[in-house]
């Protein structure tokens, strides 16, 4: 299949949405917008003009974050989604993800260089009374403060190791960086209304994956965190947003 790559432009973005969604995922404005914020690169590949996949990359202090990667379902195995892959990360030699459970993805990843190294949890439950002193105020108290600034504006509520950002269903904690993770994910349940609905991403090995099993939450999907050698996510870092790491 003859397909060319170009870079996208805010006009492809309701396709990008539609394509992701096939993708079981979404790409919707506010993420973009994010990404965007971010200096993120996104490509498009295209048939006789025609949209049938694209991809997107962040700079993170010299690493290649690959936020996206979604080719059209009848476009799938002919080469396009490693041609884009290929594009997006020829600048950097230290490069992650996190990977879905596309049977696609792992082999498309491991083929330039990003092997499996950890699973990334989706973790959701109900908001419950727990014992927490309240969370420490903003402003943001670690880095990726462009990020967290576009969150904030986005209707976040940013603290100095918490960011919750409300939604349709209830709260996500779409970061949480702290070296007492376990309290401070008390802290951010503790400012949720009881029985709201939480969800977060958190690496598997991290406190907070335990405990918030311990506190009735439950894992309801995984990725796989991705990455060259010697790559890997701060120590602190505990609840984080897949698409930007
Ligand atoms: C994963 C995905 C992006 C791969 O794109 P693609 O265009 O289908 O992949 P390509 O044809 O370029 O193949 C890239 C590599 O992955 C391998 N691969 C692709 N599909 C595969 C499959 N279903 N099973 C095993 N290997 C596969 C190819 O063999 C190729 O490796 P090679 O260069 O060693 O031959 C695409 O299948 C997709 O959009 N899947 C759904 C959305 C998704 O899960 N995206 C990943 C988000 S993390």
Partial sequence: MTFT?????????????????????????DYLELLRSQGARLLVAEVRGEVIGFGGVVDASGVAMLSDLFITPAARGRGVGGALLRELLTAFERRMTFSSKH????????????EPRGRLLYIEGAAAAVDAPPLVSGPWGHDRSSMVAMLERQGARVHADVVLMPEAAGIWIARLQ????????????AACPVGATVRCCVP????????????GFAIVDHDIFCATDGVR?????HCLDPGLA
Avoid: C, H, N
């Fill in 5 to 29: 790559l170009r870079e996208a432009t805010p006009a492809d973005d309701p396709v990008l949405d539609e394509i992701a969604r096939k993708g079981d995922a979404s790409a919707d404005a």
């Fill in 178 to 189: 702290s070296i007492d993770p376990r309290a401070t994910f008390r802290a951010a349940i």
């Fill in 233 to 237: 996510l701060a120590d602190d870092l």
């Fill in 204 to 215: 598997e090995g991290s406190p907070v994956a335990a405990d918030a099993q311990r506190l």
């Fill in 103 to 114: 049977p696609g993805a792992l082999p498309a990843y491991r083929r330039v260089g990003m």
